[in-house]
């Protein structure tokens, strides 16, 4: 697979939830180990420009970051780093505020990173920030292919609706991933994506140009609530190597096995 | 290359009739005779060729085909450096009873004359171009959303205030309605999108009474009552979190 895979370019997934703390950064370090578990060659890119904690959650000390690649202190080569889980990861660092505003220069730099690296990787995850912001918006319009992550929860089901909204108004997103973290039971997340798909189909496709495919969710997984998940997190390990075979485990790898078939 | 030769299976020539007759037709001034068959004289004619398959041969705009191109370079262009950039869509009002009134000349003659009208209001790096029957386009790089009202309404004040003399004596006056929408933001934007966006507000303007300039307003990403309502499965919109 990788050696077929060399002679082309990597797919670029944006993973992006519109509100905030539903696991997010948790899912795109779990996944790229999952993908990483596959064979496949995983950069994660954390375009949580402003408040980044890819590093938090991977327990790394980064002594450089993507500021020192904007800044030209390194070369990007040199602030790509092995993270556990056999995958690579290009860190933001907390300390971004100054290009949490979408400059030219961010624009610039952040495609420019895709471009170089495409080329090296089966698979780039972008972890962008909470929220529909325009560097957010930004950072998904780099991906092939976009991932909503959402819970059962009221309030990020409707942030999760509006990011998807703006999304296919203005980005003419036609396909989008769907994966449910934290449902209480299997099959929850088949019920979320069908009443997200009602209110899309209701609201979102009378707006798109006429004559236009209407945009379909696609759920490619769904994540249980296991305690296990809170334990990784608080001792900053990668769940699937701390807690192989465990529920949530198990369904971050049937994700993975989608996004790499 | 020998142009002047007969054409024979062994040495192709090229024939060259039909373009230096569509050139001719243009008005537009013929590569000098005496280099015929020379590169320089080659490139003469392809680039007259080039200006000709750009342009409307009646108000001498960019075609669509020309705008088609410069919406690509400059979507790109805001993709990397995010500056704003508005496009208009501008339509003449009533063109049909225009044409059904006075006949097709008239009509063309008000074509030329909104034409003509249009270029003066645009800045160098715009452009103008005949979309297609009457209605017309327009891009201008970098014009911030603050000022995107005041020059949609500038462009249909100028319209509205000159009158076309169709005979001696005789004016009829002319208005346009406009929509417009500024460029996506993001990388890997299309441009069919930001036309039919553009189409839209073109299409509100035309519906809300004509002679009228309506640009897109940012309300997309907010989630109604009423959608909610539908997420949610209750019609109680009120006891919603």
């Known amino acids: ?261 | 290359m020998h142009p002047s030769q007969p054409d024979t299976a062994d040495s192709p020539t090229l024939r060259l009739a039909p373009a230096m007759q569509l050139l001719q037709q243009s008005g537009r001034e013929l590569p000098d005779r005496r280099a015929v068959g020379q590169v320089v004289w080659l490139q003469a004619v392809l680039d007259g060729l080039c200006e000709l398959s750009s342009r409307d041969p009646l108000t001498g705009l960019a075609n669509r085909r020309e705008f088609e191109l410069v919406l690509a370079s400059e979507i790109d262009r805001v993709a990397r450096a995010g500056e704003p950039a508005l496009m208009l869509m501008i339509d003449i009002d009533h063109f049909k009873s225009i044409n059904d009134t006075h006949g097709h000349p008239v009509g063309d003659l008000v074509l030329k004359a909104v034409a003509q009208t249009l270029k003066e209001c645009i800045r160098p790096m715009d452009k103008v171009a005949r979309f297609g029957g009457e209605e017309f386009a327009m891009i201008l790089p970098n014009c911030p959303p603050s000022f995107g009202q005041a020059v949609a309404e500038r462009v249909r004040k100028k319209v509205e205030s000159c009158s076309v003399t169709i005979a001696p004596g005789q004016q009829v006056g002319v208005t346009v309605s406009l929509g417009g929408a500024f460029a996506p933001q993001w990388v890997r934007s299309s441009a069919p999108l930001w036309i039919d966006r553009a189409d839209q507000q073109l299409y509100r303007a035309k519906t809300e009474g004509r002679n009228r300039a309506c640009l897109e307003q940012p309300t997309v990403s907010l989630v109604s009552a009423e959608e909610k309502g539908l997420l949610f499965g209750t019609s109680k919109f009120a006891d919603l979190p």
């Open chain 1, 1 to 261: 697979m990788s050696d077929s895979a060399s002679t082309k370019r990597a797919t670029v997934l944006a993973v992006t939830s519109g509100k905030g703390g539903v696991g997010k950064t948790f899912m795109s370090a779990n996944l790229a180990a999952s993908l990483a578990a596959r064979g496949r060659r995983v950069l994660v890119l954390d375009a949580d420009l402003g408040l980044a904690n890819l590093d938090v959650i991977l327990n790394l000390f980064p002594k450089v970051t993507l500021h020192d690649v904007f800044t030209g202190k390194v070369q990007l080569e040199d602030a790509i780093l092995p993270a556990p889980g056999g995958f690579s990861v290009l860190l933001a660092g907390s300390g971004l505020v100054e290009y949490s505003r979408l400059t030219p220069e961010v624009r610039e730099q952040l495609l420019r990173i895709i471009e170089t690296l495409a080329p090296r990787y089966d698979h780039i995850l972008i972890d962008t920030g909470a929220g529909i912001s325009d560097v957010v918006l930004y950072a998904v319009s780099l991906a092939d292919e976009v991932l909503v992550l959402v819970t059962p929860e009221p309030t990020s089901m409707t942030d999760a609706y509006a990011t998807i909204k703006v999304l296919a108004t203005q980005q003419g997103r036609r396909e989008i991933r769907l994966v449910v973290n934290q449902v209480g039971r299997l099959g929850e997340g088949r019920t979320i994506r069908g009443q997200l798909q009602l209110v899309v189909d209701r609201f979102v496709t009378p707006m798109l140009p006429g004559g236009e495919k209407a945009p379909t969710l696609e759920l490619t997984g769904e994540v249980p609530l296991d305690s296990s998940v809170r334990e990784a997190v608080q001792k900053r390990q990668l769940l699937i190597e701390m807690a192989p075979g465990c529920a949530a485990t198990r369904a971050i790898e049937a994700t993975a096995a989608k996004l790499a078939p």
